[in-house]
């Protein structure tokens, strides 16, 4: 029994040459040797702005902003977007849409007379989806012959019958102006879309000019229906 630490000897961890340990600490960085010092409030807040914090404070400001816009449109106007209903408050302009190349047979397929068919027409060359307006644009509305065809002419001169047809040839500046404005009233209508362009045949140069119609507008379309209610009044 006396002889047990012999027989059982431990690890003496306290033995550990005094020279080595010194040379251990001379060896340590200053800064570990000591505290780290604790921020005070005064060094935080004089230190500059992070640019996360700068990006936060623009999103917050920017979030605010559009709530307010939305917010004061809905009480001043009673609309969410100041009375605004262009094209632009509609979800299917921010869908981009493939645009299409049509024949003229095949635009003439759009022309209304098929109710499970979209409805188009075409103006100068593009081509445009006024499904939404079919009202206007199928059988029986007063602009039914505008669909399924490219009749830029009739859009600048009013002959609704004798310029159903895409030959400009003679128009003058400011008819070309009118195709203009009808292009832009279909390219930024809220419910009309471009769908792509019609390729046409080739005018050729030696025939005859369009004749102007006598009979060109002011006056508005006459619908189908009241048409015929009249004869039948007759
Ligand atoms: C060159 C002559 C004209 C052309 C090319 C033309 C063309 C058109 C077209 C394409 C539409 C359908 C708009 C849509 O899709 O929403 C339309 C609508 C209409 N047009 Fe004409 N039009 C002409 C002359 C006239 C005239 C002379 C009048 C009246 C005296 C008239 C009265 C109307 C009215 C009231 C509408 C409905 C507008 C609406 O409620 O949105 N148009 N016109």
Redesign the pocket.
């Known amino acids: 029994m006396g002889n047990s630490w012999k027989e059982t000897p431990r690890p003496n961890t306290h033995c550990i040459n005094p020279a080595f340990m010194s040379a251990i600490q001379r060896k340590r960085p200053a800064s570990t040797s000591k505290r780290e010092p604790v921020p005070t409030e005064r060094s935080v807040s004089s230190e500059p702005p992070k640019s996360g914090g700068l990006f936060m404070l623009a999103f917050n400001i920017l979030t605010w902003g559009i709530v307010l816009f939305f917010v004061s449109s809905f009480l001043i106007t009673d609309s969410w977007t100041w009375g605004y209903r262009g094209k632009w408050v509609n979800v299917n302009t921010w869908i981009p849409k493939k645009q299409i190349q049509l024949t003229e047979q095949e635009l003439a397929k759009y022309d209304g007379t098929n109710p499970s068919l979209p409805v188009y027409?075409a103006i100068d060359g593009d081509v445009f989806d006024?499904t939404k307006?079919k009202g206007?644009?199928t059988p029986g509305g007063?602009?039914h012959f505008?669909a399924g065809r490219d009749a830029a002419r009739?859009?600048?001169?009013?002959c609704?019958k004798e310029h159903l047809t895409h030959d400009l040839r003679g128009l003058g500046e400011n008819q070309l102006k009118?195709i203009e404005h009808?292009k832009t009233?279909y390219n930024n209508?809220h419910n009309?879309f471009k769908i792509g362009t019609v390729k046409h045949v080739p005018i050729d140069p030696k025939s005859p000019i369009p004749a102007s119609c006598d009979k060109a507008?002011?006056?508005?379309?006459k619908r189908q229906q009241d048409d015929e209610s009249n004869e039948k009044q007759k």
């Open positions: 027409i006024v307006g206007w644009y007063s602009y505008f009739a859009y600048a001169t009013g609704f009118s009808w009233f209508h009309y507008m002011p006056q508005k379309p």
